[in-house]
T-cell receptor, first 115, second 116 residues
Framework: GENVEQHPSTLSVQEGDSAVIKCTYSDSASNYFPWYKQELGKRPQLIIDIRSNVGEKKDQRIAVTLNKTAKHFSLHITETQPEDSAVYFC??????????????FGQGTILTVHP | GAVVSQHPSRVICKSGTSVKIECRSLDFQATTMFWYRQFPKQSLMLMATSNEGSKATYEQGVEKDKFLINHASLTLSTLTVTSAHPEDSSFYICSGGSQKAPNEQFFGPGTRLTVL
């Protein structure tokens, strides 16, 4: 089955700096890669996603890049703000068959943005 | 976006009792629903996948007789934790998938289960 590795486990930055979180996946058939932000005791919130036919996607301060050959994808947050502090999870899934839509999550990254 | 609700949000029960958690898709038909478990400071771990009208598919290591999943309609799935024990205390989150948004999952707010 799919295995998703996420690094780093914790990340501390100063307000205004950039933050980068990286994930690797094992299943070359995976074609959907979402990123979630989760605050304590809350549901995961989708912040950005990318599909395998795209190499990069950007939404204001957030961007995601995908390297299918190397099977890794990264989340980039620019101009970080204290409210960006949360746990971030990457995930991967593949379409079709019995695994349709099934997400495999990375281990999570605790991001702390210091004012 | 699509909305998923869960009930209850918190439940405390005694060891040996059963607890039912409901997951509803409010404004879309969830052809597939997923149940996750999240222990403190850990990631979401998929427990099972259910399609409306058919038996759930459980992940390796998840006891199907302990975690009963029913997906009787396109808007409702239930998870029953039978004979709960303290080690079952966790945050349980459901999500719904729709054919209109391939691969995407819409998460419920989660249920905090504490077994005494």
């Amino acid at each position: 089955g799919e295995n998703v590795e996420q690094h780093p486990s914790t990340l501390s930055v100063q307000e205004g700096d950039s933050a980068v979180i990286k994930c690797t996946y094992s299943d070359s058939a995976s074609n959907y890669f979402p990123w979630y932000k989760q605050e304590l005791g809350k549901r995961p919130q989708l912040i950005i996603d990318i599909r395998s036919n795209v190499g990069e996607k950007k939404d204001q301060r957030i961007a995601v890049t995908l390297n299918k050959t190397a099977k890794h994808f990264s989340l980039h947050i620019t101009e970080t703000q204290p409210e960006d502090s949360a746990v971030y999870f990457c995930a991967a899934s593949r379409g079709g068959g019995t695994s349709y839509g099934k997400l495999t999550f990375g281990q999570g990254t605790i991001l702390t943005v210091h004012p | 976006g699509a909305v998923v609700s869960q009930h209850p949000s918190r439940v405390i029960c005694k060891s040996g009792t059963s607890v039912k958690i409901e997951c509803r898709s409010l404004d879309f038909q969830a052809t597939t629903m997923f149940w996750y478990r999240q222990f403190p400071k850990q990631s979401l771990m998929l427990m099972a996948t259910s399609n409306e009208g058919s038996k759930a598919t459980y992940e390796q290591g998840v006891e199907k007789d302990k975690f009963l999943i029913n997906h009787a309609s396109l808007t409702l799935s239930t998870l029953t934790v039978t004979s709960a024990h303290p080690e079952d205390s966790s945050f349980y989150i459901c999500s719904g998938g729709s054919q209109k948004a391939p691969n995407e999952q819409f998460f419920g707010p989660g249920t905090r289960l504490t077994v005494l």
